[in-house]
Nanobody, 124 residues
Framework: QVQVVESGGGLVQPGGSLRLSCATS????????MYWYRQAPGKQRELVAS???????NYTDSVKGRFTISRDNAKNTVLLQMNSLEPEDTAVYYC??????????????????WGQGTQVTVSS
């Protein structure tokens, strides 16, 4: 069974920084795109950032210039560095692993695995 484990959440003042970490099984990491989502109380879960197997990042507009996603292939870990945090960033942050490939029969596949989430609270 694939495990996805997030860490690094906490309470921070506006303008502060946090770094989230997401670790998964080494056997699938290299073939997996990695995603960070967040869900604030009363709101839908939204995609925050993603990074492809080749290291290409993408961000939602509200975090561009403040958040940086990166992957450490040696440690099977994806990081989300969050700077200049705002109260609106308060949410539970989830890591999603999407393992994709092509079967021996030539059929593409993709499997999603989610972590349990880590709380980020930005408040003075």
């Amino acid at each position: 069974q694939v495990q996805v484990v997030e860490s690094g959440g906490g309470l921070v003042q506006p303008g502060g920084s946090l770094r989230l970490s997401c670790a998964t099984s080494g056997s699938i990491f290299s073939s997996s795109a990695m995603y960070w989502y967040r869900q604030a109380p009363g709101k839908q879960r939204e995609l925050v950032a993603s990074i492809s197997t080749g290291g290409m990042p993408n961000y939602t507009d509200s975090v561009k210039g403040r958040f940086t996603i990166s992957r450490d292939n040696a440690k099977n870990t994806v990081l989300l560095q969050m700077n200049s945090l705002e109260p609106e960033d308060t949410a539970v942050y989830y890591c999603k692993v999407v393992q994709s490939g092509v079967s021996i029969y030539g059929n593409p596949y993709a499997y999603d695995y989610w972590g349990q989430g880590t709380q980020v609270t930005v408040s003075s």
